[in-house]
């Protein structure tokens, strides 16, 4: 006889089938500029070095006057082996050198580090309009640290080779390669941005005052978003792929603490409070909203907004935590503690950026290709068209920033009637932004340019572009 199945187990069998043809996580119903968190490049726990070019005191050249070479290959030598940083032949210049260049990256064996090799070819000096060939001595260069430095597991660190390059061209038109190794030399929590790369597993140090990378710190587990408090000498990372919250102390870059997050299953945001008190965390899987202390890593709170959660900011002019979903044209205004719903506010746009302004809500529509203000206190609602697909906001000296991700540009807007001061051309896809106050400079993170991008906030201007290895998510800066 054969079996049939009871007529009341059918539409949950169907329902079955069809939810496991159903694509989740990061899949969007329609095209979006939001940042996203999370590229599934596998993140390896291999060491990793990034080696970067810059010059010497002693290389500055005559105005007019730029040496220009072919780096065929460069090889790090770790655990005894060589290993490739180049992909493929790199131009370079000493003009290049005087910004501090990204060279190239490669993971190696565990073990002791202690050399650098370059092959030079086709080297050309430009001096008032003329080129002349240099004839290269040694084309093949072995440049030592002067110390080896060894690499475990999990492992992330950079090296500089440093071009002296008058010494270059002291036996002109013969080109010597006067260059040396140096590891990296990270100033004490103090003039710093940092950027995380998730794939990389590896936080990139970038030194203010020159808008140069000056090291980088291995953090396993894909880390992505970032606070720093430099007074208790901490930082805060999310490890997406771990599911935790790693406390590294910022002198060191060393891991002190690690939290976890019971139940969560793919923590993809993470915000602080001002005082370092709380952790908010959204969770793409789950749909839920947690809150974390930070004083012994235990869970305090959870909530929902009934659907998936995107993004969150905490409002401290207003007491609420915004948080926005793309699947929702509503912004859910939470109680901080409870995380239970307040508010719910119609935006119309499905807001991916949220900050508050003078008891006003301001919303970084991608999909509508502007910034609305709300009026809390009962004001008609603005809206200023921008750039293509703006994802975040920052406000700063009187004056909202947006960063266009679509259309490669960040716009700055006075608040209240959104007026459009200037829309600052950057390149690539910003999204995420912080400012150094004590230099002038907005950062943004160039999630489709693998860099960050610096623009002053005096002239707004792009001021430099910092070329990194992978596309970065995370940025902070400590003064």
Same mark, same amino acid.
């Given at each position: ?7 009341a187990l059918?539409p949950?069998a169907l ?6 043809c159903i ?9 979006s ?7 599934e490049?596998q993140?390896?726990?291999?060491p990793q ?5 810059n010059d010497?005191?002693a ?7 730029e040496?220009r070479?072919?780096l065929?290959?460069?090889?790090v ?5 060589w290993t490739?940083l180049?992909?493929k032949?790199?131009?370079i ?5 005087a !910004?501090?260049?990204l060279?190239?990256h490669?993971e190696?064996?565990?073990g002791?580090?202690?050399a650098?090799?370059?092959r030079f070819d086709?080297v050309t000096?430009v001096?008032?309009?003329r080129?002349t060939?240099l004839?290269v001595l040694?084309p093949? #260069?072995e440049?030592?640290?002067a ?16 071009w002296d390059? #008058? ?14 190794l ?12 940092l ?7 590896t936080?990139?140090l ?6 140069r ?12 978003y970032?606070?720093a408090?430099?007074d ?9 792929? !771990?599911g ?7 002198s ?8 976890r997050v019971?139940l969560?299953a793919d923590?993809s ?6 005082a ?9 899987k789950t749909e839920?909203i ?16 009934g659907v998936?959660p995107?993004f969150?900011?905490?409002?401290d002019?207003l007491g609420?935590l915004?948080v926005s979903?793309e ?5 859910f205004l ?8 307040r508010?719910?506010i119609?935006?119309g746009?499905g ?5 508050s302004y003078?008891?006003r ?6 999909k509508?290709g502007?910034?609305g ?5 009962g004001?008609a ?10 994802t975040r906001?920052l ?10 991700t ?13 007026t459009?001061m200037r829309?600052i ?10 400012v150094?106050?004590e230099?002038?400079?907005l950062?943004a ?8 991008v610096a623009?002053?906030?005096t002239d707004r ?7 990194l ?6 940025l902070?800066v400590?003064p």
């Amino acid at each position: 006889m054969t079996s049939r199945r009871p007529p009341a187990l059918l539409p949950l069998a169907l329902l079955l089938l069809l939810t496991g043809c159903i694509q989740v996580g990061d899949f969007r119903s329609q095209p979006s500029a939001a940042p996203k968190a999370r590229d599934e490049t596998q993140a390896s726990s291999r060491p990793q070095i990034t080696l970067f070019l810059n010059d010497t005191d002693a290389g500055q050249t005559r105005a007019g006057v730029e040496t220009r070479a072919e780096l065929q290959s460069a090889e790090v030598l770790c655990a005894g082996r060589w290993t490739p940083l180049l992909a493929k032949p790199l131009a370079i210049s000493s003009t290049q050198a005087a !910004q501090g260049v990204l060279l190239g990256h490669g993971e190696v064996q565990a073990g002791i580090c202690s050399a650098v090799r370059c092959r030079f070819d086709s080297v050309t000096l430009v001096e008032g309009g003329r080129r002349t060939a240099l004839r290269v001595l040694a084309p093949e #260069t072995e440049f030592p640290l002067a110390k080896g430095v060894e690499l475990r597991e999990g492992d992330s660190v950079s090296f500089f080779l440093r071009w002296d390059v #008058t010494a270059s061209l002291s036996k002109s038109p013969d080109f010597i390669p006067a260059m040396r190794l140096t590891k990296q030399q990270v100033p004490l929590t103090s003039g710093l941005a940092l950027a995380s790369c998730p794939t990389l597993n590896t936080i990139y140090l970038i030194r203010t005052d020159q808008n140069r990378v000056c090291g980088s710190w291995g953090v396993p587990g894909r880390p992505t978003y970032l606070k720093a408090f430099k007074d208790r000498d901490l930082l805060y990372v999310l490890a997406r792929d !771990q599911g935790t919250i790693d406390v590294l102390s910022l002198s060191t870059g060393q891991i002190r603490d690690r939290f976890r997050v019971p139940l969560a299953a793919d923590l993809s945001f993470m915000t602080i409070d001002q005082a370092g008190g709380n952790a908010f965390l959204l969770d793409r899987k789950t749909e839920a909203i947690y809150r974390l202390r930070l004083d012994s890593g235990s869970l305090a709170a959870q909530g929902r907004i009934g659907v998936r959660p995107d993004f969150a900011a905490l409002l401290d002019d207003l007491g609420r935590l915004a948080v926005s979903s793309e699947l929702s044209p509503d912004i859910f205004l939470l109680d901080p503690e409870s995380l239970q719903v307040r508010q719910t506010i119609p935006a119309g746009g499905g807001p991916s950026g949220i900050i508050s302004y003078q008891q006003r809500l301001y919303l970084a529509e991608a999909k509508a290709g502007s910034v609305g203000v709300i009026d809390l206190g009962g004001g008609a609602p603005l809206t200023q068209p921008v750039g293509l697909g703006p994802t975040r906001l920052l406000a700063y000296d009187r004056t909202i920033y947006a960063a266009n991700t679509e259309g490669g540009s960040i716009t700055a807007l006075l608040p209240g009637q959104l007026t459009v001061m200037r829309e600052i051309q950057v390149g690539g896809g910003p999204a995420e932004m912080a400012v150094s106050a004590e230099h002038n400079w907005l950062y943004a993170n160039d999630i489709r340019g693998d860099g960050v991008v610096a623009v002053s906030i005096t002239d707004r201007k792009l001021a430099a572009r910092i070329e990194l290895p992978a596309r970065p998510l995370g940025l902070e800066v400590i003064p």
